[in-house]
């Protein structure tokens, strides 16, 4: 049932804080998101990093994901940017903001036993990420195909960093 009060809470917080005159603008960054998760996803579907543990309401890893993936990623992507701020301290506030906050949701989740980690993936890990991806969201939305390219470069690079065999996939 947490999952479904927390689906709701980022649908709520996209409603409240949003920035739905301009929703437009951000389309192609919540795809961007969306795309860049789903493809973790297929490229890892054998040798997952974490995934999501089933419970009563969703019984498996995949529904739960698409949930968030469809759900939860374009809301936070929606508040992220539609009240990012100017001048550099409030930028980097902003970050450290979501970061921190992406960072308790999913310790939550990890402590409740909603998500578990595997092959080398850790709660460090998931906080470096975050410290990562929340600047790549901003820099898809001012400068996407830079941000295209530099993801391609992360992929590869966390494909060989964790050794996830891709030679193996179906």
């Given amino acids: 049932m947490y999952i479904i009060f927390r689906m709701m809470l980022w649908i709520l917080a996209a409603w409240r804080w949003g920035d739905w005159r301009n929703w437009e603008k951000y ?4 795809l961007f998101v969306i795309l860049l998760d789903l493809l973790y996803n297929f490229l890892t579907y054998n040798y997952p990093m974490w995934e999501y543990d089933p419970t009563d309401i969703i019984p498996n890893h995949t529904l739960n994901n698409l949930l968030v993936t469809f759900l939860s990623y374009p809301s936070i992507v929606f508040i992220y940017l539609g009240r990012y701020p100017i001048g550099w301290a409030k ?7 979501w970061v921190t906050l992406l960072s308790f949701v999913e310790l939550v989740n990890h402590k409740m036993g909603l998500m578990s980690y595997h092959n080398g993936w850790n709660f460090g890990w998931s906080v ?15 400068k996407p195909l830079l941000a295209y390219g530099l993801s391609v470069l992360m992929i590869v690079g966390l494909l060989f960093l964790f050794k996830v065999p891709v030679s193996k996939m179906k």
Avoid: C, D, E
């Fill in 27 to 30: 389309q192609s960054t919540f």
């Fill in 91 to 97: 930028q980097v506030a902003w970050i450290i903001f």
């Fill in 128 to 142: 470096i990420f975050y410290l990562v991806q929340m600047p790549f969201i901003r820099l898809h939305y001012k």
